[in-house]
Nanobody, 119 residues
């Protein structure tokens, strides 16, 4: 059973920072792309940042220059460093990973972690 477990969300004032972590556990062969998505109330889930197995990254325009995605392949973990946070960054943040198991390949999602930025 593959699981993605997130941590690091919370309440922070505007201008502050948070670091999210997401660790994959269980039996699998390898992890391809990993990403962070977010969903604010009443809005669709949107891609925040993604990182390939080789380290290539891409970001939503709204977070460029403020957020940094990284990964530690030895720990099967992806991180999202969020700086200069704004109230509009408030959302539930979800980890996503494209994982090849011994039964096939599919997307997995974490349970979500709440990030609240106060003005």
């Amino acid at each position: 059973q593959v699981q993605l477990v997130e941590s690091g969300g919370g309440l922070v004032q505007a201008g502050g920072s948070l670091r999210l972590s997401c660790a994959a556990s269980g039996r699998f062969r390898y992890i391809n792309d990993m990403a962070w998505y977010r969903q604010a109330p009443g809005l669709q889930r949107e891609l925040v940042a993604a990182i390939s197995n080789g380290g290539s990254t891409n970001y939503a325009d709204s977070v460029k220059g403020r957020f940094t995605i990284s990964r530690d392949n030895a720990k099967n973990t992806v991180y999202l460093q969020m700086n200069s946070l704004k109230p509009e960054d408030t959302a539930v943040y979800y980890c996503n990973a494209d994982i090849r198991t011994f039964l096939g390949q599919r997307d997995y999602w974490g349970q979500g972690t709440q990030v609240t930025v106060s003005s």
